[in-house]
């Protein structure tokens, strides 16, 4: 098992209290496997991302453990984490195309970059990789500012994975870029793992349509909790969580005009993660809340792989 991350807490300290931002959430990474993780804004993707590589200041773990291929990850020791950082676990942040030093050349870049891990930059490697999402090797000798976003983008995608970690995280690489650029960096994303680059990958996107293409599985996230992961089919298929139906619902289809299906959001919105009630913490939005829903739903294995956290389900 490539990941394993067990009971996860990581709330961020604020003056108005601890917004419980990752509360309880467990699951498994297997070796190869591209892990899709959705969810509406603010239920704690992200938070996900950066908890696995660089805690920012106000995060702080207040339970659980993540474990890399049979080594646990010292995740609050921004120190410790560096022997992992890019050689076992790399990120592709947000908005990770702004990021490129504007004042270098992507050849220095990319050297001091290395450099500053204790590595050096095999150019015949570099170039190849570039081959592999399309970058021909003159950009190197471009500033970032003189590409475009997609080109951006995948270099970034290029120089996340050059030491072969064994897990990347692309968190929203394809939101800012158009539709056929996002299935181009998604494709590229593919072949990395495909080539052996990276070993496996969780992919965070707002896009179930997108993801559905490259992941293998999908764990659906709410609020700061799990509430349904499974092979990437049966989420589309045969979601059993309401909330992963109603989100599924939301989507437009495509080919189906406005005026012959309404096109409706889930109705409501989360709870605040400062205080969150107890129990289901989707209940009051869901169609199908009853009285046992004031009690938390653990978390169960409808199937092989498909697991649910709702009493309905
Ligand atoms: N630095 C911070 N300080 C306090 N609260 C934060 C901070 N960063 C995030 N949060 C809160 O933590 C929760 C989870 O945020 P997170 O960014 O992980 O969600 P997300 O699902 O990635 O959202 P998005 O899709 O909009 O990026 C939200 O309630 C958010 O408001």
Redesign the pocket.
């Known amino acids: 098992m490539s990941l394993q991350v067990s009971d996860l807490r990581v709330h ?3 003056l108005k209290g601890d ?4 509360d309880g959430v467990s699951f498994d990474l297997a070796d190869g496997e591209i892990l899709g993780l959705v ?12 908890a696995l590589i660089r805690m ?1 200041g ?2 702080h773990r207040t339970g659980g453990t993540v474990v890399l291929d049979g080594e646990e990850l010292p995740i609050d020791d921004d120190r410790r984490m560096n022997d992992f950082r890019f050689r076992r676990v790399s990120l592709i942040p ?1 908005y990770a195309m702004s990021a490129l030093n504007p004042t270098r050349k992507i050849r220095k870049l990319v050297a001091e970059l290395l450099r500053a891990r204790g590595a050096t930059v095999d150019p015949a490697a570099l170039e190849s990789r570039m081959a592999h999402v399309g970058l021909p090797p003159e950009v190197l000798d471009r500033y970032p500012i003189e590409l475009s976003g997609g080109m951006r983008q995948r270099m970034v995608m290029v120089i996340s994975t050059l030491l072969d970690p064994s897990l990347l995280i692309a ?2 690489v394809t939101s800012a870029l158009d539709v056929s650029t996002q299935k181009a960096v998604a494709r590229a994303l593919l072949g990395f793992r495909d080539s052996g680059y990276v070993t496996s990958m969780i992919f ?1 996107t ?1 896009d179930l349509a997108l993801t559905h293409h490259i992941a293998d599985t999908i764990m659906v ?1 709410y ?2 909790r799990l509430a349904e992961k499974a092979p990437a089919d049966v989420i589309v298929k045969a979601p059993r969580h309401p909330y992963t139906r109603l989100l599924l619902d939301s989507l437009p289809e495509v080919g189906v005009r406005y005026a012959d299906r309404r096109l409706d959001g889930i109705a409501g919105s ?1 709870p ?3 205080d969150p009630h107890p129990g289901c913490r989707f209940r009051d939005r869901c169609p199908l809340a009853g009285e046992e829903c004031a009690e938390d739903p653990p978390v169960t294995e409808l199937a092989p792989d498909h697991l649910v956290a709702c009493w309905k389900a």
């Not at 917004?19 to 990752?22: G, I, Q, W």
């Open positions: 961020y300290r604020t917004v419980r931002a990752l969810g509406e804004s603010g239920c704690g993707k992200s938070t996900l991302g950066k920012d106000r995060m947000q968190d929203e965070i707002h996230m609020a700061g989360p605040s993660l400062l």
